[in-house]
């Protein structure tokens, strides 16, 4: 592998990563970025299929004998009203590219453009997968479903890290993400006048100590040293001062690093509001929410892409990362089906000791580390067929 990528390539991926930024379009609506794709996947004679909607999986086969790996980027945008100065802020009331999808779908872009006039140094076969709805309902399985992982050895994917330094690649061996799982729980009593609460079944202070209930499943049923967040986002009960709510509703997450953690979670959320429920005269239902499960970075895979960066022309530096993230990523999917790496690309802003974070109106990142991924992508295309 000779040379950079070309200086017309990269501006190619601001321009495509603002156009996508100004047009967010959330899961499997994703029709004007995919069309996008499409159209510079074509002009560079990069094979292309629609999948799932409104993904596309790409493929680009070398003309020497090597393994294949796939690289993955979501398009999808989240319902969150943008406030963050850019002067390409979301044109989309209500909606937003608050996780730097639109950042990940640029960087792959380009770096299959860029691979695409270089197929006579390929090895082996590289497959881009441009996949919707990461931020729900979940566009990976669909994807893998349509047969997207057949014959993979590999996969790999950039994601944009707000408190790494810009360009700064980050690697983690083992457990990268979190598994999520949500649920909804409803306790029903009886109403009533609240200057009368002996006549009724308050559900609110039930409410108040099933929640406190639910935090001690973290800090007494789970081992300290294996991670585990119970997060309750939401209560709604009640109907006004002076009346004693019948019904109320709480909806929360766990979030679980290891896999046999997160089997036992369901039993004692029902276990729990059960118990506190029946002491006071009420009901609960529990209803679990089944989500993506935990990433784990395959370390072998791991340390091969650590290699590779670092010596990257292109890639100013590469840590590793001794912590994994309570966040979720249904990349984790892919990585049941073969050896995978979640690769983190820093793009703080310069001189921005709090930056806002993934998911916050306020989001940005700093473009200067968009040829990063694109130096990145198109490496591991070139060294890792041949290196499986």
């Not at 009724?200 to 099933?210: C, H, K, M, R």
């Not at 609960?284 to 960066?309: E, W």
């Not at 530096?317 to 995978?340: C, H, I, K, N, W």
Request: net charge negative; aromatic share 4%; with cysteine.
């Amino acid at each position: 592998m000779n040379g950079a990528v070309p200086a017309d390539i990269l501006s190619d991926v601001v321009r495509w990563r603002r156009a996508i930024h100004r047009h967010p379009e959330l899961g499997f609506e994703e029709e004007r970025t995919a069309a996008l794709i499409e159209a510079e996947l074509a002009r560079a004679g990069v094979e292309a299929v629609r999948v799932a909607k409104t993904g596309i999986i790409a493929t680009l086969r070398g003309e020497w004998p090597g393994k294949t790996i796939a690289l993955r980027a979501d398009m999808d945008a989240l319902p969150i009203q943008e406030r963050s100065g850019e002067t390409f802020e979301s044109e989309v009331p209500g909606k937003m590219h608050a996780c730097g999808h639109d950042g990940h779908s640029a960087m792959l872009l380009g770096a299959a453009v860029a691979l695409a006039r270089e197929r006579a140094a390929l090895r082996g076969t590289v497959k881009f997968f441009f996949q919707p709805a990461e931020e729900g309902p979940g566009g990976a399985l669909p994807l893998i479903e349509a047969g997207a992982m057949r014959g993979v050895d590999a996969v790999a994917m950039i994601h944009v890290w707000p408190t790494l330094p810009a360009g700064t690649i980050g690697i983690r061996r083992g457990p990268a993400m979190a598994s999520c799982d949500d649920f909804d729980i409803e306790i029903r009593g009886r109403g009533g006048h609240g200057g009368y609460p002996h006549t009724a079944v308050d559900t609110i202070p039930i409410a108040a100590e099933l929640v406190g209930a639910l935090q001690r499943i973290a800090s007494r049923e789970i081992d300290p040293l294996d991670s585990i967040v119970v997060a309750i986002g939401r209560i709604d009960g009640g109907y006004r001062r002076n009346v004693i709510a019948d019904t109320t509703r709480i909806a929360g997450t766990v979030r679980c690093l290891n896999e046999k953690v997160r089997e036992g979670v369901p039993e004692r959320i029902e276990r729990i509001t059960r118990g506190v429920c029946e002491a006071h005269r009420a009901t609960g239902t529990v209803t679990i929410l089944h989500g993506y499960p935990s990433v784990h970075n395959d370390p072998a895979l791991a340390d091969r892409i650590a290699a590779i960066a670092r010596s990257t022309d292109g890639v100013p530096a590469v840590v590793d990362l001794d912590r994994p993230t309570m966040g979720a990523e249904d990349f984790s999917y892919y990585t049941q089906e073969a050896p995978g790496c979640m690769i983190r690309l820093g793009v703080a802003q310069p001189g921005e000791a709090n930056p806002p974070m993934l998911h916050s109106a306020e989001f940005r990142l700093d473009e200067s580390a968009l040829p990063v991924g694109v130096h990145l992508f198109r490496a591991l295309a070139h060294r890792l067929p041949a290196d499986l």
